[in-house]
């Protein structure tokens, strides 16, 4: 016992001293905000290794992916920058799909890399990968040779996972650039909820095996960089695959929540975190780790919202809406962070934060200047991580690090305003209460929606006969209830501008104008004609 207490203080003067943090950063797939029991007391299942991290670090109750769907929220994430300021303007990308990160682009892997860190990546990619092609139709692939544009191309140093979704073909497991066995197999399409689409599958891989194969990576990464000779800081990046469909929970969690099976499915994830932990723990790294547990977007109406309506559960914690939609339900998720040596315990913070800002908060933690070409709309949460501690940000003298006496560049404070976007390439802009939404429906596939429900049991709707904008105070009414845009028409046209500009500047942080998109291209109403300087 008093050794570790004596190691957890050397650890904890190493922090101080500016050894910079190992940074683990753990991505669930459509896991709701009410799916986790530290933000909702009335789940129907426990998560007790997530309410452990948020017990031992910081609870956000106020965090957003950039978009409430899988491929533009992680393409924020990893540059800090909406994705809609590029070539994707709605939907998703298939595990065909060619790449959809620009060339030459930063990523937090690569921005890392160049200042000192080993870094790497086990899991969904789902950003597109330039395929060697076989024909002319997307799905024409030629597996024995390798792909170009996926994650060593953006910064990893280490690769294993999948292409996309785990309901998604090719289903092939990927090293590096490379197929590890080519497919001689097709799986056909399976219905809910072992939901998958019909796809080329190599003999190596197995649907049931994904998520327990992503953690057992990621452990053994942990271990290798506990006995590797090389002592940078490393940053590790875990997009599961789960509890995304299909749900496949293994023989140990089949049944354990006396639920559902999607809550089975939640637990396991659950339960690999804990393994994550204790493999920080075990090999020394615990006390100066940042580790970051969040989802891509909200919960996934595929995953049977009457199932959990009958047991009394509300995957997205009192919130409107699901995975897709402009509401709270499709973008509000669980973001909890520790980090020992800086965090204080137990904090629960309703500062607004995107997941966009991991970019800026690395900057600012390594005193690193992000060029005007870079993570335009990320900003810097340390100072939330570091409140209550009075430590200074943290830097190194390693390899490409600033040593703590060096210039501190000036960076934004922490946010006041965020950009959602949805399945349908809608907009929503967020200021402090308010929250406009620039369409008259979801902008997905809940209600109202013009479009039929797939998931969801909605009745069609004419948006003509709606107002042409929806305003909520989400202060007075957080489920988006009262739409207040004839009532405040000032703060309509106040947001509305605000987007404008953050559109046409190219940017939503301080720095040089970038080139910006636009035209037919944007599924969008004419926000330029309706919202004039």
Known sequence: MILRLLAALLLCACARAGTPPNIVYILADDLGIGDVSCYNSKSAWQTPHIDRLAREGVRFTDAHSASSLCTPSRYALLTGRYAWRGSLKQGVLQGHSPALIEPGRATVASFLREHGYTTAMFGKWHLGLDWARAGPQPEAIDYTQPFAGGPTAHGFDRFFGISASLDMPPYVWLAQDRVTALPTATLTDSRAPKLWRAGPLAPDFKLEEVQPRLTAEAIAYITERADAKNKNPFFLYLPLAAPHTPILPTREFEGKTHATAYGDFVTQV????????????????????????????????????????????????????????????????????RWPAVIRAGTTSDALVGQLDLFATCAELLGAKIPDTAAEDSMSFLPILRSGTGLPSVGSSGAGVPPMNSPTPSFPPPRTSLVNHSAEGRFAIREGRWKLLLWPGSGGWSAPTPKPGVWLKVERTDLAALPPYQLYDLAADPAETKNLAAARPEIVQSLGRRLRVEIETGRSTPGAGQPFTSGADWPQIDWRAAFAP
Do not use: C, M, W
């Open 270 to 337: 659950d339960a690999d975190l804990g393994k994550i932990l204790a493999a920080l723990e075990k090999n020394g790294f615990a006390q100066n780790t940042l580790v970051i547990f969040t989802s891509d977007n909200g919960f996934a109406p595929a995953a049977d919202v009457p199932a959990h309506t009958g047991v009394n559960h509300d995957p997205s914690g009192g919130y409107r809406g699901y995975k897709s939609d402009l509401f709270e339900g499709g973008h509000r998720i669980p973001f909890i962070a």
